[in-house]
């Protein structure tokens, strides 16, 4: 497994309460992701980073914010949660977004951390 | 829109019993496909990456095959330990896209 863990792994908590999970790597990479996973949705992109302190959003990422400091750590928050956050989250880590190989253009890939069971009631 | 589409949406096989998933996309410029196992509870594990049509990578009875439209996942002589959601994602331009994953079960 790649070195990322999350915490915490379980969660309940109630609406309109703030939450913040955490993710932590050992692989100094670069990027690292934050996702959620539904029934019928698939995983969809929160937010990501690609460096300490530098952010980007992703297809989800109304009602989350996220934070970056030091290059292991990457903090999701929920400012105040509601029941449509329910889910679980994962973070995924990469080296780079893309490398050249062989002249041409490839995307990096992400490897996922053993995820973060939220429920919200 | 980008889109990905697995089918099918679960798959009940006998141990032996060959077979393939399939994962077809509609994407502006496929920078990437990749292929992820996902077991009950954890993360999803990476299993391979495919840039070029025509390109095949395999892992023990696992064969990942690319052409423009879909990718397929070959499972030859499945075994229980199979059992797992096969999920695919394609990068366009931007950011990765998740098809929804194929539930397979490998009975003995």
């Known amino acids: 497994d790649a070195g990322i863990t999350q915490s915490p792994r379980h969660k309940v908590t109630e609406t309109g309460t703030p939450v913040t999970l955490r993710c932590h790597q050992t692989?100094?990479?670069?990027?690292m992701y934050w996702y959620r996973q539904d029934p019928g949705h698939g995983l969809r992109l929160i937010h990501y980073?690609?460096?300490?302190?530098?952010?980007d959003k992703g297809e989800v990422s109304d009602g989350y914010s996220v934070s970056r400091s030091k290059t292991e750590d990457f903090l999701l928050t929920l400012e105040s949660a509601t029941s449509s956050q329910t889910s679980v989250y994962f973070c995924?880590?990469?080296?780079?977004?893309?490398?050249?190989?062989?002249?041409?253009?490839?995307?990096?890939?992400?490897?996922f951390g053993p995820g973060t069971r939220l429920t919200v009631l | 829109e980008d889109q990905v589409t697995q089918s099918p949406e679960a798959l009940r096989l006998q141990e032996g019993e060959s077979s393939s998933l399939n994962c077809s996309y509609t994407?502006?410029?496929?920078?990437?496909l990749f292929w992820y196992r996902q077991d009950p509870g954890k993360g999803p594990e990476f299993l391979f990456t495919l840039y070029s049509a025509g390109e095949e990578k395999e892992k023990e009875r696992l064969k990942a095959t690319l052409t423009k439209k879909e990718s397929f996942l070959h499972i030859t002589a499945p075994k229980p330990e199979d059992s797992a959601t096969y999920l695919c994602a394609v990068r366009p331009a931007r950011q990765l896209t998740f098809g929804s994953g194929t539930q397979l079960t490998v009975l003995p």
């Open positions: 994407v502006s410029g496929l920078r990437g």
């Open positions: 692989e100094n990479h670069r990027y």
């Open positions: 995924a880590i990469s080296e780079s977004e893309r490398t050249w190989t062989s002249g041409r253009q490839r995307t990096d890939t992400q490897y």
């Open positions: 980073s690609y460096g300490v302190k530098d952010t």
